[in-house]
């Protein structure tokens, strides 16, 4: 089979087209192409009137493919084979039963992989599951009765649940294809495999982990929600056993040597109990800033010119940064075309804002976040937990300058100029606790909305409209990632042996697909019994 890249055709080509242009690299007759299937896809809006499309294709041919790939850079032409996930030998010869702490996409692909291997998992999730949690999350919307235990951050699917549903990542792990493939499995679109900005939606997300949670339960795995991890019980610099309080606050123990834990981002709570547990913790670098809101056709308009109303060519998506000669510079974070500001809290009398898309991308407004990066250094106090109460310390400013968990917002053209919104313009906020028009530098400190306004400068170069005055900022985005790491050693253990802490939660992972490869790797970590080699 051999890999060819950048296939430029036009917008609308069929499968056809792209064959022949293929055989045209190639040099060759399109007859000898058997078979092609579209590995990659990407826009290309450089030149906004002459909109073209990119791919990279699986190609079978009737000729000697070596001998085809070496007339071409490996870069254009290579022979490739077909990726297919292996799954280690099974070592482990315990009798306990392996707990995974979450059930968001490391916790899920965690216990996937141990079910498959017949090692039969129990899960612990505080939260409950995705159809509960749903109702759970409007009714906060709608009332502001926030449930502590089952919102936007806990339950069945992590955070992620209500988002874009965004699968781009930076890693380069080759299990990145094997989660993707996965998602398709149990229900996502096959395009996820090979858009180059692939997302699934919030929509599309709930039944999936549904159905990934049935097949584990299939293959033997065990799935409780409503239960929150509360105790450890270590000995030696062991993990001996766990506990857990239900619903009613009643507490169970399970006796076993091997803890995953897959807490998510949020779980802070979880985490000041895994330090007084003794569990070694460093503080490390995660970001804070806010929600920008557009009209979705300004961001069309501006990155595709007259193709802007194409539905060939869907919502569209940006991602931006900016790198100042002085100050940390800012970015754009997980981009929700067509989408919705969500108020995302997990504890009461705090409010943090977050963004969500279905998969249609189909609603009024396009938003992001602008962030701005927080080092460790930076922060004052050396505590390894010092970023979650910086974090605490913003979102309880946001309530009490908000109604209600309503977030604080400001237009634009107010916070350029430095002055407080009394009131909002043409943009309507989408965010579905409300807005209360305000001043956001009264929640986030200097040092980040100075960056955020240089950030939106510098974008408004790359995108035309992006510093319209009437575009919303909503504060504050604060849990984009954790802002501490529980330390892991080579074989992916922490301090006390039998922990596998992993995913975003124990810093380790920054989005939905490194999160799921993380839970992968420690559960392979699992199967060949990595505590033999202690």
């Known amino acids: 089979m051999l890999r060819i890249n950048e296939i430029t055709v036009g ?18 007759a399109a007859r000898h192409i058997v078979n092609i299937e579209i590995y990659r896809e990407s826009i290309d809006s450089r030149q906004k009137n002459n909109i073209r499309m990119i791919y990279s294709v699986n190609a079978e041919t009737d000729l000697d493919d070596a001998a085809l790939a070496a007339r071409f850079l490996p870069s254009k032409v290579s022979v490739a084979e077909k990726y297919q996930y292996r799954m280690p030998e099974v070592i482990r010869k315990s009798v306990f039963r392996p707990v995974v702490v979450g059930f968001g996409p490391a916790g899920m692909f965690a216990a996937y992989i141990l079910a498959m291997a017949g090692l039969s998992p129990i899960v612990l999730e505080r939260g409950n599951d995705v159809d509960t949690r749903t109702r759970d999350v409007h009714m906060f919307w709608t009332t502001k009765l926030l449930n502590e235990e089952s919102n936007v951050q806990f339950g069945e699917g992590g955070a992620g649940t209500f988002s874009d549903g965004k699968l781009t990542t930076g890693i380069k792990d080759a299990r ?12 996502a679109p096959e395009q996820i495999l090979y858009s180059s ?49 239900n619903r009613e606050g009643g507490k169970t123990d399970i006796e076993t040597d091997c803890l995953l834990l897959c807490i998510g981002h949020s779980a802070r709570d979880t985490v000041e109990m895994l330090y007084r547990s003794g569990l070694r913790m460093e503080k490390k670098a995660f970001s804070m800033g806010v929600r920008i809101e557009h009209p979705q056709e300004v961001i069309n308009k501006g990155l595709f010119g007259k193709f802007w109303n194409d539905p060939r060519l869907g919502a569209a998506n940006y991602k931006f940064a900016n790198h100042p000669p002085h100050g940390r510079g800012g970015y754009t974070f997980c981009m929700c075309p ?17 963004g969500m898309s279905e998969f249609a991308r189909n609603g009024e407004n396009a938003n992001s976040a602008i962030l701005v990066g927080v080092e460790p250094e930076t922060i004052e106090d050396s505590h390894p937990l010092a970023g979650i109460k910086l974090q605490r310390e913003i979102e309880r400013k946001a309530f009490l300058l908000g109604d209600r968990y309503a ?38 400190p200097d040092v980040i909305t100075n960056d955020i306004a240089l950030a939106i400068a510098a974008f408004d170069m790359k995108l035309k409209g992006f510093a319209m005055p009437d575009a919303v900022l909503t504060a504050p985005e604060s849990r984009s990632s954790s802002p501490v790491r529980i330390i892991r050693d080579e074989f992916r253990q922490a301090s006390v042996k039998g922990i596998f802490p992993c995913g975003e939660g124990a810093g380790y992972a920054g989005g939905i697909v490194s999160a799921a490869v993380d839970g992968i790797k420690s559960a392979e970590a699992v199967l060949l019994d990595a505590l033999d080699d202690c």
Not at 178 to 184: M, R
């Open 176 to 187: 990145c294809r094997y989660v993707l493939e996965t998602f398709v499995k149990f229900g």
């Open 11 to 28: 917008l609308g080509a069929s499968l056809e087209d792209i064959k022949k242009a293929a055989a045209k690299q190639l040099g060759v």
């Open 407 to 444: 977030a604080p917002a400001q237009t634009v053209g107010d916070f350029l100029k430095g002055v407080a919104s009394v009131k909002l313009g043409s943009v309507h906020p989408t965010c579905t606790t409300g807005t209360v028009p305000g001043d956001i530098r009264k929640v986030l």
């Open 338 to 354: 067509g989408g919705t500001v969500v108020c995302a809290s997990s504890e009461k009398e705090k409010t943090v804002v977050n």
């Open 197 to 245: 900005h692939p997302h699934i939606g919030t929509d599309l997300l709930k039944p999936l982990v549904k159905n990934m949670r049935q097949e584990i339960i299939r293959l033997g795995g065990e799935i409780r929600f409503g239960c929150k991890l509360s105790d450890l019980y270590i000995a030696n610099g062991y993990i001996q056993g766990v506990a857990y309080e």
